[in-house]
């Protein structure tokens, strides 16, 4: 059955500092993968997705992931963190067949530092 | 072009009241999809709707129900509420197929059962 971890419930970086989301699946097919970000009192929205094709995947607002099959991994990263990127992010992996819907980790809480 | 509208923002209900939540999806988007998000249990899937039949459902008792009319605009019930409703209920709506797709979520219904 497909499934996602996210590693660290809680990260926290200085402003300017690297950005490393960590996110981890498993999944019996190959997986279509997504990464959202959710801002207090608001809906999800969605940062990028890879689907087929190049591994690395870009994003809004400056983020970027690259699919690693062989690790079964999908981190997000952002070269350099901005205040305004504090928000809780979800990775999301599909399950088609019949399923058509997202399972989404427990999120990672992003906290960015002056 | 609208986002997905959700409606009411905030309700507050007694234990044993029944509630109706409403979401708009994106015009042309036929697939709408529903979402329990709790600080406990994350998001949990519900159930997604496609030209107003029920293509998937979650793992949630009977008391939660959904429907959606002609025009894609969706509608979610509980009856008989208990304390553990208290969540954010989004709702997600995508083209045709979220799994290839993904979602555009709404801004969510925050419902505290007292």
């Known amino acids: 059955a497909q499934s996602v971890t996210q590693l660290g419930s809680h990260v926290s970086v200085s402003e300017g500092a690297l950005v490393l989301l960590r996110c981890n699946y498993s999944s019996s097919v190959p997986p279509y993968l997504f990464w959202y970000v959710q801002y207090p009192n608001q809906g999800l929205q969605l940062l990028l997705k890879y689907t087929t094709g190049a591994t690395l995947v870009k994003g809004i607002n400056g983020f970027e992931a690259e699919f690693k099959k062989s690790e079964t991994s999908f981190h997000l990263t952002k070269p350099s963190a901005h205040m305004s990127d504090a928000a809780e992010y979800f990775c999301a992996v599909s399950l088609s067949g019949g399923y058509n819907k997202l399972i989404f980790g427990a999120g990672t809480r992003l906290a960015v530092h002056p | 072009k609208a986002g997905v509208t959700q409606t009411p923002r905030y309700l507050i209900k007694t234990r044993g009241q029944q509630v109706t939540l409403s979401c708009s999806p994106i015009s042309g988007h036929r697939s709408v999809s529903w979402y329990q998000q709790t600080p406990g249990q994350g998001l949990q899937f519900l159930f997604e709707?496609?030209?107003?039949?029920?293509?998937n459902k979650g793992n949630f008792p009977g008391r939660f129900s959904g429907r959606q009319f002609s025009n894609s605009r969706s509608e979610m019930n509980v009856s008989t509420l208990e304390l553990g409703d208290s969540a954010l209920y989004l709702c997600?709506?995508?083209?045709?197929?979220?799994?290839?797709?993904?979602?555009?979520f709404g801004s969510g219904t925050r419902l505290t059962v007292v």
């Open positions: 997600a709506s995508s083209p045709g197929q979220p799994s290839t797709d993904g979602y555009t």
């Open positions: 709707y496609f030209s107003e039949t029920q293509r």
